[in-house]
Nanobody, 127 residues
Framework: QVQLVESGGGLVQPGGSLRLSCAASGYATMGWFRQTPGKEREGVASITGGPTTYADSVKGRFTISKDNAKDTLYLQMNDLKPEDTGIYYC??????????????????????????WGQGTQVTVSS
């Protein structure tokens, strides 16, 4: 049975940082999604072997990475804003999932491309 277990969420002040972790191994594509209040779940960042994709709203602030030795996926979140508040989900796919936009291609941020999901971890950004 596939298990993706997120950790690292919590309460942080605006401008602060958090690092989310997801214990998982052996997946060709992995990503982080979030569901913020009043909105549908959206892709935040994804990674294959090396290439990464980020949502425009988090570029320059969030970094996705994998430690294959520890079987762990990370999301380093810096300069957090109140609009980053939400439930963050780890997701994984068995195969390479890519999409192309504006002439460049990278790991997918589409929900439909991911096969497995974690239960989510709450991130709250508030003063």
């Amino acid at each position: 049975q596939v298990q993706l277990v997120e950790s690292g969420g919590g309460l942080v002040q605006p401008g602060g940082s958090l690092r989310l972790s997801c214990a998982a191994s052996g997946y060709a594509t992995m990503g982080w999604f979030r569901q913020t209040p009043g909105k549908e779940r959206e892709g935040v960042a994804s990674i294959t072997g090396g290439p990464t994709t980020y949502a425009d709203s988090v570029k320059g602030r969030f970094t996705i990475s994998k430690d294959n030795a520890k079987d762990t996926l990370y999301l380093q979140m810096n300069d957090l804003k109140p609009e980053d508040t939400g439930i963050y989900y780890c997701a994984a796919a068995n195969g390479l999932r890519t999409f192309c936009r504006g002439g460049s291609c990278g790991p997918s941020l589409q929900e439909r491309d991911f096969d497995y999901w974690g239960q989510g971890t709450q991130v709250t950004v508030s003063s």
